[in-house]
Protein backbone atom coordinates (compact mmCIF):
# COMPACT_ATOMS: atom_id res chain seq x y z
CA UNK A 1 0.00 0.00 0.00
CA UNK A 2 1.27 3.20 -0.68
CA UNK A 3 1.32 5.61 1.71
CA UNK A 4 2.69 9.73 1.52
CA UNK A 5 5.59 10.68 2.77
CA UNK A 6 4.22 13.09 5.05
CA UNK A 7 1.62 10.41 6.68
CA UNK A 8 4.40 8.32 7.40
CA UNK A 9 5.87 11.19 9.01
CA UNK A 10 3.34 11.96 11.10
CA UNK A 11 2.60 8.22 11.98
CA UNK A 12 6.38 8.40 13.09
CA UNK A 13 5.20 11.30 15.22
CA UNK A 14 2.87 9.86 16.81
CA UNK A 15 4.13 6.50 17.60
CA UNK A 16 7.32 8.09 19.07
CA UNK A 17 5.43 10.21 21.54
CA UNK A 18 3.19 7.54 22.71
CA UNK A 19 6.30 5.84 23.91
CA UNK A 20 7.57 8.55 25.41
CA UNK A 21 4.55 8.72 27.67
CA UNK A 22 4.72 4.87 28.31
CA UNK A 23 8.25 5.34 29.24
CA UNK A 24 7.58 8.14 31.76
CA UNK A 25 4.30 6.47 33.00
CA UNK A 26 6.38 3.30 33.45
CA UNK A 27 9.64 5.45 35.66
CA UNK A 28 7.10 7.15 37.94
CA UNK A 29 5.19 3.87 38.65
CA UNK A 30 8.09 1.39 38.59
CA UNK A 31 11.04 3.43 39.32
CA UNK A 32 10.21 5.72 42.14
CA UNK A 33 6.95 3.73 43.08
CA UNK A 34 3.95 6.59 42.76
CA UNK A 35 1.21 5.04 43.80
CA UNK A 36 -2.41 6.46 43.87
CA UNK A 37 -2.36 9.00 47.15
CA UNK A 38 -2.74 7.76 50.83
CA UNK A 39 -3.22 4.23 49.95
CA UNK A 40 -0.34 3.92 52.67
CA UNK A 41 -0.50 0.43 54.15
CA UNK A 42 -2.45 -2.90 53.17
CA UNK A 43 -4.10 -5.25 55.61
CA UNK A 44 -6.35 -8.43 55.27
CA UNK A 45 -10.22 -7.34 55.04
CA UNK A 46 -11.28 -10.75 56.64
CA UNK A 47 -9.46 -10.09 59.59
CA UNK A 48 -10.08 -6.55 60.50
CA UNK A 49 -11.70 -7.13 63.77
CA UNK A 50 -8.64 -8.97 64.87
CA UNK A 51 -5.78 -6.67 63.36
CA UNK A 52 -4.86 -3.66 66.04
CA UNK A 53 -5.21 -0.66 65.88
CA UNK A 54 -8.76 -1.60 63.90
CA UNK A 55 -9.73 -4.32 66.74
CA UNK A 56 -10.70 -1.37 68.85
CA UNK A 57 -11.63 1.62 66.58
CA UNK A 58 -12.11 4.96 68.27
CA UNK A 59 -10.03 8.35 68.96
CA UNK A 60 -6.90 7.99 70.41
CA UNK A 61 -5.15 11.11 72.24
CA UNK A 62 -1.47 11.58 70.91
CA UNK A 63 -0.77 15.14 72.16
CA UNK A 64 -2.60 18.50 72.86
CA UNK A 65 -4.85 18.70 70.08
CA UNK A 66 -3.59 15.96 68.44
CA UNK A 67 -5.74 13.03 67.81
CA UNK A 68 -5.97 9.68 65.29
CA UNK A 69 -9.25 8.27 64.69
CA UNK A 70 -9.11 4.38 63.68
CA UNK A 71 -12.44 4.06 61.66
CA UNK A 72 -13.63 1.09 60.23
CA UNK A 73 -16.47 0.80 57.53
CA UNK A 74 -18.38 -1.83 56.79
CA UNK A 75 -22.45 -1.97 55.43
CA UNK A 76 -23.82 0.44 56.24
CA UNK A 77 -21.77 1.90 59.15
CA UNK A 78 -18.82 3.52 60.53
CA UNK A 79 -16.98 2.48 63.79
CA UNK A 80 -16.81 4.45 66.05
CA UNK A 81 -20.43 6.22 64.65
CA UNK A 82 -19.44 9.23 66.84
CA UNK A 83 -16.64 11.46 67.90
CA UNK A 84 -15.90 14.20 69.80
CA UNK A 85 -12.34 16.54 69.49
CA UNK A 86 -12.17 20.32 71.00
CA UNK A 87 -12.02 23.14 68.91
CA UNK A 88 -8.61 23.36 67.33
CA UNK A 89 -7.66 19.43 67.20
CA UNK A 90 -5.72 18.06 64.42
CA UNK A 91 -7.54 15.13 63.92
CA UNK A 92 -5.76 12.30 61.82
CA UNK A 93 -8.23 9.57 60.34
CA UNK A 94 -7.43 6.24 59.24
CA UNK A 95 -10.09 4.27 57.64
CA UNK A 96 -10.35 0.41 56.48
CA UNK A 97 -12.78 -1.31 55.29
CA UNK A 98 -14.66 -4.48 56.42
CA UNK A 99 -16.10 -5.53 53.49
CA UNK A 100 -17.19 -3.42 49.91
CA UNK A 101 -15.64 0.08 48.60
CA UNK A 102 -17.24 2.37 50.90
CA UNK A 103 -16.57 6.31 51.12
CA UNK A 104 -15.32 8.82 53.32
CA UNK A 105 -16.30 12.26 53.46
CA UNK A 106 -16.16 14.73 55.94
CA UNK A 107 -18.48 17.57 54.85
CA UNK A 108 -17.40 20.76 55.02
CA UNK A 109 -13.55 19.83 54.58
CA UNK A 110 -11.64 19.02 51.81
CA UNK A 111 -11.23 15.10 53.69
CA UNK A 112 -12.86 12.76 51.03
CA UNK A 113 -11.46 9.17 50.48
CA UNK A 114 -11.97 5.71 49.14
CA UNK A 115 -12.19 2.86 51.88
CA UNK A 116 -10.90 0.09 50.10
CA UNK A 117 -11.24 -3.22 52.05
CA UNK A 118 -7.49 -4.80 51.91
CA UNK A 119 -6.01 -0.77 52.22
CA UNK A 120 -5.74 1.73 55.27
CA UNK A 121 -6.45 5.13 54.00
CA UNK A 122 -5.15 8.16 55.79
CA UNK A 123 -6.55 11.57 55.65
CA UNK A 124 -5.74 14.96 58.21
CA UNK A 125 -7.65 17.93 59.25
CA UNK A 126 -7.46 20.38 61.48
CA UNK A 127 -10.94 21.52 63.27
CA UNK A 128 -10.93 25.51 63.87
CA UNK A 129 -14.17 26.21 64.02
CA UNK A 130 -16.82 24.49 66.52
CA UNK A 131 -19.71 22.76 64.60
CA UNK A 132 -21.41 18.56 64.28
CA UNK A 133 -19.42 17.51 61.06
CA UNK A 134 -20.97 14.93 58.87
CA UNK A 135 -19.26 11.61 57.93
CA UNK A 136 -20.78 10.22 54.87
CA UNK A 137 -19.87 7.15 52.66
CA UNK A 138 -20.25 8.64 49.18
CA UNK A 139 -20.09 5.27 47.31
CA UNK A 140 -22.67 3.53 46.49
CA UNK A 141 -22.40 0.02 48.93
CA UNK A 142 -25.98 -1.66 49.01
CA UNK A 143 -29.46 -1.37 49.58
CA UNK A 144 -28.70 0.90 52.93
CA UNK A 145 -25.99 3.25 51.70
CA UNK A 146 -28.15 6.28 52.68
CA UNK A 147 -27.67 5.20 56.11
CA UNK A 148 -24.05 5.13 55.98
CA UNK A 149 -22.54 8.13 58.36
CA UNK A 150 -20.86 9.28 61.45
CA UNK A 151 -20.78 12.43 63.24
CA UNK A 152 -17.55 14.24 64.38
CA UNK A 153 -18.47 16.53 67.07
CA UNK A 154 -15.86 19.78 67.99
CA UNK A 155 -16.58 22.41 70.68
CU1 LIG B 1 -20.90 2.63 52.40
CU2 LIG B 1 -22.14 3.72 50.72
Redesign the pocket.
Known amino acids: MHMPRAEKIWLTVGLLTMFAFAVVLGVFAFVMGAQPPSDAQAMDPTKVSQTPPFNQPGLKKLGPNNYVADMT ?4 SFAPNRLEVPVGSTVTFNVT ?1 KD ?4 FELVGTNVNMM ?1 VPGLVNSATHTFTQPGDYLI ?7 T ?3 L ?1 AAHLIVK
Open positions: AFVFSVVHGVLCNEYCGGHQM
